[in-house]
Protein backbone atom coordinates (compact mmCIF):
# COMPACT_ATOMS: atom_id res chain seq x y z
CA UNK A 1 0.00 0.00 0.00
CA UNK A 2 1.32 3.58 -0.80
CA UNK A 3 2.04 5.93 2.09
CA UNK A 4 -0.88 8.49 2.70
CA UNK A 5 0.67 11.68 1.64
CA UNK A 6 -1.85 14.69 3.01
CA UNK A 7 -3.28 17.13 0.19
CA UNK A 8 -1.71 19.68 2.05
CA UNK A 9 1.65 18.34 1.68
CA UNK A 10 1.06 17.52 -2.11
CA UNK A 11 0.46 20.95 -2.94
CA UNK A 12 3.22 22.37 -1.01
CA UNK A 13 5.84 20.23 -3.49
CA UNK A 14 4.33 22.29 -6.29
CA UNK A 15 3.82 25.69 -4.87
CA UNK A 16 5.65 29.03 -5.65
CA UNK A 17 7.60 30.87 -2.85
CA UNK A 18 5.22 34.52 -2.79
CA UNK A 19 8.74 36.13 -3.47
CA UNK A 20 10.02 34.24 -6.20
CA UNK A 21 6.66 34.07 -8.11
CA UNK A 22 6.44 38.26 -7.97
CA UNK A 23 10.10 38.74 -8.58
CA UNK A 24 10.33 40.46 -12.05
CA UNK A 25 12.98 38.86 -14.69
CA UNK A 26 15.57 40.69 -15.95
CA UNK A 27 16.11 41.00 -19.49
CA UNK A 28 17.76 42.66 -22.70
CA UNK A 29 15.74 45.56 -23.51
CA UNK A 30 16.39 47.93 -27.04
CA UNK A 31 16.69 51.69 -25.72
CA UNK A 32 18.20 53.05 -28.61
CA UNK A 33 18.26 52.35 -32.61
CA UNK A 34 18.23 53.70 -35.98
CA UNK A 35 17.88 52.52 -39.24
CA UNK A 36 20.49 51.91 -41.49
CA UNK A 37 21.06 52.72 -44.82
CA UNK A 38 23.46 53.26 -48.00
CA UNK A 39 24.40 57.21 -47.83
CA UNK A 40 24.72 59.10 -50.74
CA UNK A 41 25.92 62.09 -52.08
CA UNK A 42 27.09 64.58 -49.03
CA UNK A 43 26.11 61.87 -46.87
CA UNK A 44 29.20 60.25 -47.79
CA UNK A 45 32.72 60.70 -45.39
CA UNK A 46 35.14 61.60 -47.61
CA UNK A 47 37.56 58.31 -48.71
CA UNK A 48 40.00 58.28 -45.85
CA UNK A 49 37.99 59.54 -43.45
CA UNK A 50 38.08 56.31 -41.41
CA UNK A 51 41.19 55.24 -41.89
CA UNK A 52 42.94 55.05 -38.28
CA UNK A 53 40.67 57.28 -36.90
CA UNK A 54 38.02 57.32 -33.62
CA UNK A 55 34.41 57.89 -34.26
CA UNK A 56 32.53 59.35 -31.31
CA UNK A 57 28.93 59.23 -31.81
CA UNK A 58 25.94 60.56 -29.15
CA UNK A 59 22.57 58.69 -28.65
CA UNK A 60 19.86 58.68 -26.15
CA UNK A 61 18.33 56.16 -25.10
CA UNK A 62 15.07 56.51 -23.19
CA UNK A 63 14.85 53.85 -21.10
CA UNK A 64 17.51 53.18 -18.31
CA UNK A 65 19.51 50.09 -16.86
CA UNK A 66 22.61 49.27 -14.46
CA UNK A 67 24.14 47.62 -17.64
CA UNK A 68 24.81 48.07 -20.99
CA UNK A 69 25.79 46.54 -24.32
CA UNK A 70 26.12 47.92 -28.11
CA UNK A 71 25.53 46.77 -31.78
CA UNK A 72 27.69 47.57 -34.37
CA UNK A 73 26.39 47.56 -38.29
CA UNK A 74 28.07 46.46 -41.14
CA UNK A 75 24.86 46.01 -43.12
CA UNK A 76 25.47 47.32 -46.46
CA UNK A 77 29.51 46.52 -46.27
CA UNK A 78 31.46 45.12 -48.96
CA UNK A 79 33.76 43.46 -47.07
CA UNK A 80 34.58 42.57 -43.25
CA UNK A 81 34.40 45.47 -41.35
CA UNK A 82 37.10 45.47 -38.55
CA UNK A 83 36.84 47.68 -35.03
CA UNK A 84 40.12 47.48 -33.00
CA UNK A 85 38.86 49.39 -30.07
CA UNK A 86 35.67 50.73 -28.85
CA UNK A 87 34.17 52.08 -25.35
CA UNK A 88 30.84 53.50 -24.19
CA UNK A 89 30.99 56.60 -21.80
CA UNK A 90 27.95 59.16 -20.69
CA UNK A 91 28.44 62.42 -22.84
CA UNK A 92 29.15 65.23 -20.65
CA UNK A 93 27.60 67.52 -23.49
CA UNK A 94 25.53 66.19 -26.38
CA UNK A 95 26.91 69.02 -28.71
CA UNK A 96 30.48 68.33 -27.88
CA UNK A 97 32.94 65.02 -27.86
CA UNK A 98 33.01 65.05 -23.59
CA UNK A 99 32.67 62.33 -21.40
CA UNK A 100 31.46 62.72 -17.66
CA UNK A 101 34.98 62.05 -15.76
CA UNK A 102 35.24 58.21 -14.93
CA UNK A 103 32.19 56.68 -17.12
CA UNK A 104 34.43 55.09 -20.24
CA UNK A 105 33.81 52.01 -20.09
CA UNK A 106 36.06 49.78 -22.82
CA UNK A 107 33.91 47.49 -24.67
CA UNK A 108 34.64 44.04 -25.35
CA UNK A 109 33.56 41.15 -27.81
CA UNK A 110 33.12 37.64 -26.50
CA UNK A 111 36.29 38.80 -24.20
CA UNK A 112 38.19 40.39 -27.13
CA UNK A 113 39.28 43.97 -26.90
CA UNK A 114 38.73 43.96 -31.45
CA UNK A 115 35.91 42.64 -33.09
CA UNK A 116 35.35 42.01 -36.74
CA UNK A 117 31.69 42.26 -38.54
CA UNK A 118 31.02 40.45 -41.75
CA UNK A 119 29.56 41.83 -44.79
CA UNK A 120 25.34 42.01 -44.22
CA UNK A 121 25.57 41.57 -40.39
CA UNK A 122 25.77 43.23 -36.60
CA UNK A 123 27.50 42.80 -33.68
CA UNK A 124 26.51 42.97 -30.41
CA UNK A 125 29.37 44.09 -27.52
CA UNK A 126 29.67 42.29 -23.92
CA UNK A 127 27.41 43.49 -21.81
CA UNK A 128 29.44 46.03 -19.05
CA UNK A 129 28.08 47.96 -15.69
CA UNK A 130 27.42 51.48 -16.33
CA UNK A 131 24.32 53.05 -14.89
CA UNK A 132 22.37 54.08 -17.75
CA UNK A 133 19.60 56.77 -16.38
CA UNK A 134 16.65 57.08 -19.09
CA UNK A 135 17.43 60.08 -21.32
CA UNK A 136 20.98 60.18 -20.20
CA UNK A 137 23.61 60.80 -23.91
CA UNK A 138 25.54 57.93 -24.24
CA UNK A 139 29.08 58.58 -26.14
CA UNK A 140 30.08 55.28 -28.04
CA UNK A 141 33.62 55.40 -29.69
CA UNK A 142 35.17 53.05 -32.16
CA UNK A 143 38.51 53.31 -33.51
CA UNK A 144 38.85 52.03 -37.28
CA UNK A 145 42.27 50.70 -38.89
CA UNK A 146 40.90 51.14 -41.82
CA UNK A 147 38.52 52.96 -44.33
CA UNK A 148 34.83 50.77 -44.29
CA UNK A 149 34.30 48.94 -47.66
CA UNK A 150 31.13 49.91 -47.81
CA UNK A 151 29.32 52.41 -45.40
CA UNK A 152 26.24 52.14 -43.41
CA UNK A 153 25.32 54.45 -41.74
CA UNK A 154 21.96 56.65 -40.67
CA UNK A 155 22.35 60.06 -42.31
CA UNK A 156 19.56 61.56 -40.93
CA UNK A 157 21.13 61.35 -37.24
CA UNK A 158 19.73 64.38 -35.98
CA UNK A 159 23.21 64.52 -33.46
CA UNK A 160 26.73 65.90 -34.09
CA UNK A 161 29.66 62.95 -33.70
CA UNK A 162 33.10 63.05 -34.09
CA UNK A 163 36.01 62.04 -35.54
CA UNK A 164 39.68 62.19 -34.71
CA UNK A 165 42.90 60.42 -35.60
CA UNK A 166 44.33 57.52 -33.94
CA UNK A 167 42.79 55.32 -31.40
CA UNK A 168 41.40 57.72 -28.55
CA UNK A 169 38.29 55.76 -27.79
CA UNK A 170 39.46 56.49 -24.14
CA UNK A 171 39.80 59.59 -24.00
CA UNK A 172 37.38 62.58 -22.36
CA UNK A 173 37.58 64.81 -24.86
CA UNK A 174 38.41 64.66 -28.57
CA UNK A 175 40.75 68.18 -29.15
CA UNK A 176 40.79 69.03 -32.73
CA UNK A 177 38.03 66.20 -33.65
CA UNK A 178 35.86 67.11 -36.77
CA UNK A 179 32.29 66.92 -36.54
CA UNK A 180 29.46 65.38 -38.80
CA UNK A 181 25.71 65.12 -38.25
CA UNK A 182 25.60 61.53 -39.31
CA UNK A 183 26.07 58.05 -37.70
CA UNK A 184 28.09 55.57 -39.03
CA UNK A 185 27.78 51.71 -38.04
CA UNK A 186 25.63 52.07 -34.98
CA UNK A 187 22.77 50.75 -35.21
CA UNK A 188 21.71 50.02 -31.40
CA UNK A 189 21.81 50.06 -27.81
CA UNK A 190 20.45 47.63 -25.00
CA UNK A 191 19.92 47.92 -21.48
CA UNK A 192 19.38 44.98 -19.23
CA UNK A 193 16.30 46.10 -17.35
CA UNK A 194 13.98 44.28 -14.51
CA UNK A 195 11.03 45.63 -16.04
CA UNK A 196 8.08 44.34 -18.78
CA UNK A 197 9.24 44.68 -21.68
CA UNK A 198 7.26 47.33 -23.21
CA UNK A 199 9.07 48.78 -26.37
CA UNK A 200 7.93 50.94 -29.45
CA UNK A 201 9.47 51.13 -32.60
CA UNK A 202 8.08 53.93 -35.05
CA UNK A 203 9.03 53.17 -38.41
CA UNK A 204 8.82 55.83 -40.92
CA UNK A 205 10.30 58.44 -43.86
CA UNK A 206 11.15 61.96 -42.89
CA UNK A 207 8.42 62.90 -40.42
CA UNK A 208 9.47 59.85 -38.41
CA UNK A 209 13.23 61.10 -38.76
CA UNK A 210 12.55 64.49 -37.64
CA UNK A 211 13.31 66.20 -41.06
CA UNK A 212 13.70 70.00 -40.36
CA UNK A 213 15.09 68.95 -36.61
CA UNK A 214 18.45 71.15 -35.29
CA UNK A 215 21.06 68.36 -34.22
CA UNK A 216 21.09 67.97 -30.69
CA UNK A 217 18.10 69.38 -29.57
CA UNK A 218 16.13 65.90 -29.43
CA UNK A 219 12.70 67.56 -31.00
CA UNK A 220 11.52 64.72 -33.22
CA UNK A 221 7.80 63.99 -32.41
CA UNK A 222 9.61 60.41 -31.30
CA UNK A 223 11.67 61.95 -28.41
CA UNK A 224 8.47 64.12 -27.24
CA UNK A 225 6.88 60.90 -27.12
CA UNK A 226 9.23 59.05 -25.12
CA UNK A 227 9.39 62.24 -22.68
CA UNK A 228 5.78 61.69 -22.83
CA UNK A 229 6.17 58.11 -21.35
CA UNK A 230 9.14 59.04 -19.10
CA UNK A 231 11.33 56.07 -19.01
CA UNK A 232 8.80 53.71 -18.83
CA UNK A 233 8.98 52.34 -22.64
CA UNK A 234 11.23 52.69 -24.90
CA UNK A 235 10.65 54.86 -28.03
CA UNK A 236 12.97 53.60 -31.11
CA UNK A 237 13.26 55.89 -34.32
CA UNK A 238 13.20 53.36 -37.04
CA UNK A 239 12.62 56.73 -39.68
CA UNK A 240 14.69 57.31 -43.10
CA UNK A 241 13.93 60.36 -44.90
CA UNK A 242 12.74 59.83 -48.71
CA UNK A 243 11.47 55.89 -46.97
CA UNK A 244 8.78 54.38 -49.35
CA UNK A 245 6.47 51.31 -48.89
CA UNK A 246 7.21 49.72 -52.36
CA UNK A 247 10.08 50.59 -53.51
CA UNK A 248 13.50 50.95 -52.50
CA UNK A 249 14.51 54.95 -52.65
CA UNK A 250 16.36 56.48 -49.84
CA UNK A 251 17.09 53.27 -47.97
CA UNK A 252 15.62 50.14 -49.07
CA UNK A 253 11.77 49.56 -49.10
CA UNK A 254 9.77 49.42 -45.65
CA UNK A 255 8.69 45.87 -46.18
CA UNK A 256 12.60 44.63 -47.04
CA UNK A 257 13.99 46.20 -43.49
CA UNK A 258 11.55 45.05 -41.14
CA UNK A 259 12.88 42.01 -40.37
CA UNK A 260 16.34 43.92 -39.29
CA UNK A 261 14.76 47.29 -38.10
CA UNK A 262 11.65 46.05 -36.13
CA UNK A 263 11.34 42.32 -35.35
CA UNK A 264 15.40 42.31 -34.54
CA UNK A 265 14.92 44.76 -31.79
CA UNK A 266 14.89 43.40 -28.19
CA UNK A 267 11.84 43.81 -25.81
CA UNK A 268 9.56 45.26 -28.41
CA UNK A 269 5.64 45.09 -28.03
CA UNK A 270 4.45 47.56 -30.33
CA UNK A 271 4.62 49.11 -33.62
CA UNK A 272 3.78 52.22 -35.05
CA UNK A 273 3.87 52.68 -38.65
CA UNK A 274 3.78 56.08 -40.63
CA UNK A 275 5.03 55.79 -43.94
CA UNK A 276 3.15 56.01 -47.90
CA UNK A 277 3.30 59.73 -48.51
CA UNK A 278 6.60 59.18 -50.32
CA UNK A 279 5.17 56.47 -52.30
CA UNK A 280 1.81 58.76 -53.54
CA UNK A 281 4.19 61.53 -54.18
CA UNK A 282 6.46 60.12 -56.41
CA UNK A 283 3.92 58.21 -58.40
CA UNK A 284 3.00 61.67 -59.73
CA UNK A 285 5.91 64.00 -59.30
CA UNK A 286 7.31 63.50 -62.71
CA UNK A 287 4.19 63.03 -64.85
CA UNK A 288 0.84 62.15 -64.55
CA UNK A 289 -0.60 58.99 -63.50
CA UNK A 290 -3.37 56.51 -65.38
CA UNK A 291 -6.72 55.77 -63.15
CA UNK A 292 -5.53 52.22 -63.51
CA UNK A 293 -1.61 53.54 -61.65
CA UNK A 294 -3.64 55.07 -59.16
CA UNK A 295 -5.65 52.35 -58.35
CA UNK A 296 -2.53 50.26 -58.23
CA UNK A 297 -0.83 52.83 -55.55
CA UNK A 298 -4.07 52.89 -53.45
CA UNK A 299 -4.12 48.58 -53.44
CA UNK A 300 -0.22 48.13 -53.78
CA UNK A 301 0.15 50.74 -50.06
CA UNK A 302 -2.91 49.03 -48.25
CA UNK A 303 -1.78 45.45 -49.37
CA UNK A 304 1.57 46.95 -47.94
CA UNK A 305 0.11 47.73 -44.50
CA UNK A 306 -1.47 44.23 -44.18
CA UNK A 307 0.93 42.36 -44.56
CA UNK A 308 2.76 44.28 -41.64
CA UNK A 309 0.09 44.04 -39.49
CA UNK A 310 0.23 40.08 -40.30
CA UNK A 311 3.93 39.83 -39.75
CA UNK A 312 3.54 42.05 -36.78
CA UNK A 313 0.86 40.10 -35.18
CA UNK A 314 2.67 37.20 -35.59
CA UNK A 315 5.90 38.66 -33.50
CA UNK A 316 3.35 39.52 -30.82
CA UNK A 317 3.12 43.18 -31.59
CA UNK A 318 0.34 45.51 -31.30
CA UNK A 319 0.46 47.31 -34.98
CA UNK A 320 -1.02 50.48 -34.69
CA UNK A 321 -1.38 52.36 -38.44
CA UNK A 322 -0.82 56.19 -38.79
CA UNK A 323 -3.16 57.97 -41.03
CA UNK A 324 -1.12 59.99 -43.91
CA UNK A 325 -0.74 63.55 -43.09
CA UNK A 326 -1.94 66.13 -45.77
CA UNK A 327 0.42 68.12 -48.31
CA UNK A 328 -1.65 69.19 -50.78
CA UNK A 329 0.76 72.51 -50.95
CA UNK A 330 3.95 70.48 -51.40
CA UNK A 331 5.99 72.01 -54.41
CA UNK A 332 8.42 68.95 -55.08
CA UNK A 333 5.86 66.64 -55.54
CA UNK A 334 3.09 69.05 -56.16
CA UNK A 335 0.21 66.79 -55.82
CA UNK A 336 -3.33 66.91 -57.43
CA UNK A 337 -7.00 66.14 -56.50
CA UNK A 338 -6.11 62.17 -57.61
CA UNK A 339 -3.17 62.36 -55.43
CA UNK A 340 -5.76 63.78 -52.36
CA UNK A 341 -7.97 60.90 -53.33
CA UNK A 342 -5.27 58.25 -53.15
CA UNK A 343 -4.15 59.70 -49.60
CA UNK A 344 -8.16 59.92 -48.18
CA UNK A 345 -8.52 55.87 -49.90
CA UNK A 346 -5.62 54.58 -48.03
CA UNK A 347 -6.89 56.43 -44.85
CA UNK A 348 -10.16 55.07 -45.16
CA UNK A 349 -8.78 51.87 -45.16
CA UNK A 350 -6.74 52.29 -42.04
CA UNK A 351 -10.21 53.75 -40.11
CA UNK A 352 -11.97 51.02 -41.31
CA UNK A 353 -12.28 48.01 -38.00
CA UNK A 354 -10.49 45.06 -38.16
CA UNK A 355 -7.24 46.22 -41.01
CA UNK A 356 -5.04 47.36 -38.10
CA UNK A 357 -4.83 46.84 -34.02
CA UNK A 358 -5.02 50.74 -33.78
CA UNK A 359 -5.94 53.86 -35.69
CA UNK A 360 -3.24 56.90 -34.63
CA UNK A 361 -5.39 59.57 -36.44
CA UNK A 362 -2.43 62.14 -37.66
CA UNK A 363 -4.34 63.64 -40.45
CA UNK A 364 -6.94 64.48 -38.07
CA UNK A 365 -4.39 66.20 -36.04
CA UNK A 366 -2.52 67.80 -38.06
CA UNK A 367 -4.88 69.29 -40.88
CA UNK A 368 -6.48 72.37 -41.61
CA UNK A 369 -10.09 72.00 -40.80
CA UNK A 370 -10.70 74.48 -43.68
CA UNK A 371 -8.68 73.20 -46.05
CA UNK A 372 -8.22 69.44 -44.75
CA UNK A 373 -5.90 69.05 -48.06
CA UNK A 374 -3.23 70.92 -46.47
CA UNK A 375 -1.26 71.36 -42.70
CA UNK A 376 -2.83 72.98 -40.50
CA UNK A 377 0.07 76.24 -40.86
CA UNK A 378 1.03 76.25 -37.49
CA UNK A 379 2.12 72.31 -37.70
CA UNK A 380 3.55 73.37 -41.09
CA UNK A 381 7.66 73.54 -41.29
CA UNK A 382 7.16 75.92 -44.86
CA UNK A 383 6.72 73.12 -47.28
CA UNK A 384 3.52 71.54 -46.82
CA UNK A 385 4.96 68.23 -45.95
CA UNK A 386 6.85 67.92 -42.97
CA UNK A 387 5.61 69.57 -39.77
CA UNK A 388 7.52 72.39 -37.93
CA UNK A 389 8.55 71.52 -34.60
CA UNK A 390 5.12 72.27 -32.89
CA UNK A 391 3.42 70.03 -35.42
CA UNK A 392 5.96 67.44 -34.54
CA UNK A 393 4.89 68.06 -30.41
CA UNK A 394 1.02 67.71 -31.67
CA UNK A 395 1.09 64.41 -33.31
CA UNK A 396 3.04 63.43 -30.35
CA UNK A 397 0.42 64.86 -27.53
CA UNK A 398 -2.39 62.99 -29.76
CA UNK A 399 -0.90 59.52 -28.87
CA UNK A 400 -3.40 57.63 -26.13
CA UNK A 401 -0.45 56.38 -23.74
CA UNK A 402 -3.00 53.85 -23.02
CA UNK A 403 -2.92 52.04 -25.80
CA UNK A 404 0.94 51.99 -25.22
CA UNK A 405 1.12 49.54 -22.20
Known amino acids: MRPFVPLIAVAALFATPASAASATRCSWQAAWASAQMVPEGNNVLAAGTLTDATLRQIVRPSIGGARVRVRFSNAFGRAPLRIDAA???????????????????????????????????????????????????????????????????????????????GDVTAAPDLSGATGTDHWFHLSGVEVE????????????????????VQPNTNARWTDVLARRLGGRAAVLNAGIGGNRLLLDGLGPNALARLDRDVFGQAGIRHLIVLEGVNDIGVL??????????????????????????????????????????????????????????????????????????????????????????????????????????????????????????
Open 284 to 405: TRDRPATPAEHRALVAGITGAYAQIVARGRAHGLTVHVATIMPFASNAYYHPGADSEADRQAINAWVRAPGNVDAVIDFDRTMRDPTRPDRLLKAFDSGDGLHPSISGYRAMAQSIDLNRLR
Open 87 to 165: TVGRSADNATSRLVAGSVRALTFGGAGAVTVPPGGEWLSDPVTLATPAFADLAISAHFPAEPDGATSHPGSRATSWIAK
Open 193 to 212: RCAAPTGIVAFGDSITDGYG
